[in-house]
C-alpha cells in the first residue's frame, strides 16, 4: 500500500521545465545548468517534452528531433576528437577506443542508471547488450554502406590486430557473464569494480594491438 501511495504521489508532481524552471538554489545547480544552457535552449525550442501533459501528444516529433540532435552532436564531438587526436599526435584508433567509445556510451550511461534506480536491473543490462549489438550490425556497416555508395569505392579499414581484437571481446563477454553469475545476479559494488577493471584490461590490450605494443599473431 505504501508503494502504491509513493507512487501515485510521485505521478502527481507537477511538470518543471527545465529551462523556464530556473537553476534552483543549489550552487551545483546553478553551475550545471548555467553550462547546459547553451545546448538546451535550441532543444527547449525544437523538442515537445513529452513529459508536459499539453504536449505530450507530441510525443512522436520528440522522437525525430532528438535523433536529429543526437546526430548534430555526434558529428561535433568526432569531428573535435579528430582535431584533438591530430594536435596532439594521437591516432584515430586510440581516440575511436578511449574518447570516443565513452562519448557515445554516455547515453547508455544515462539511461541504464536511471532504469537501474527504478530497481530494473533486466531493462539495464538489456540496453547495453542491445546498444553494442546494434553499433556492430548497424551502426558499423549503415555508413560503411553509405559511403560505398557515394564515393563508388571500398572503405580502407585498418585492420592490425583485429582478430586478436574480437577474441578478447568474446573473452570480456565469459568474463562479464562469469562476474555476473559469482555475483548471484546481484549487481553490487564489488561487482562494479571488477566490470571496471576488466574495462581497463580490454582499453589497455586494445591500444597495445593498435599501437602495435602487442603482436597479434592473427
Do not use: H
Not at 535552449?41 to 499539453?54: A, F, G, L
Not at 504536449?55 to 532528438?66: H, K, L
Not at 539511461?111 to 558499423?140: C, H, P, Q, R, W
Amino acid at each position: 500500500m505504501e508503494e502504491e501511495k509513493g507512487a501515485e504521489e510521485e505521478a502527481e508532481e507537477p511538470y518543471v521545465d527545465y529551462v523556464r524552471g530556473g537553476p534552483g538554489d543549489s550552487v551545483v545547480g546553478k553551475v550545471m545548468w548555467g553550462l547546459s544552457l547553451p545546448l538546451m535552449i535550441p532543444m527547449w525550442c525544437s523538442i515537445p517534452d513529452p513529459q508536459d501533459k499539453d504536449r505530450e501528444r507530441y510525443y512522436p516529433i520528440a522522437f525525430v528531433m532528438s535523433i536529429i540532435w543526437i546526430a548534430i552532436f555526434s558529428y561535433f564531438m568526432v569531428w573535435w576528437a579528430t582535431l584533438t587526436g591530430e594536435a596532439l599526435g594521437i591516432s584515430d584508433a586510440v581516440m575511436g577506443l578511449t574518447f570516443l567509445a565513452a562519448g557515445t556510451s554516455v547515453p547508455d550511461l544515462i539511461t541504464s542508471v536511471l532504469v537501474a534506480k527504478e530497481g530494473k536491473g533486466d531493462m539495464a543490462v538489456s540496453s547495453s547488450i542491445g546498444s553494442n549489438l546494434f553499433d556492430v550490425t548497424v551502426g558499423l556497416p549503415l555508413p560503411w554502406l553509405l559511403y560505398t555508395l557515394i564515393f563508388q569505392r571500398d572503405m580502407e579499414v585498418n585492420s592490425v590486430g583485429i582478430g586478436c581484437s574480437i577474441g578478447m571481446l568474446f573473452i570480456m563477454l565469459l568474463l562479464v557473464f562469469i562476474s555476473i553469475i559469482v555475483f548471484n545476479w546481484e549487481m553490487t559494488k564489488p561487482m562494479g569494480g571488477v566490470m571496471m577493471v576488466l574495462y581497463l584490461v580490454f582499453v589497455i590490450i586494445s591500444l597495445g594491438l593498435s599501437e602495435c605494443w602487442i603482436i597479434c599473431p592473427f
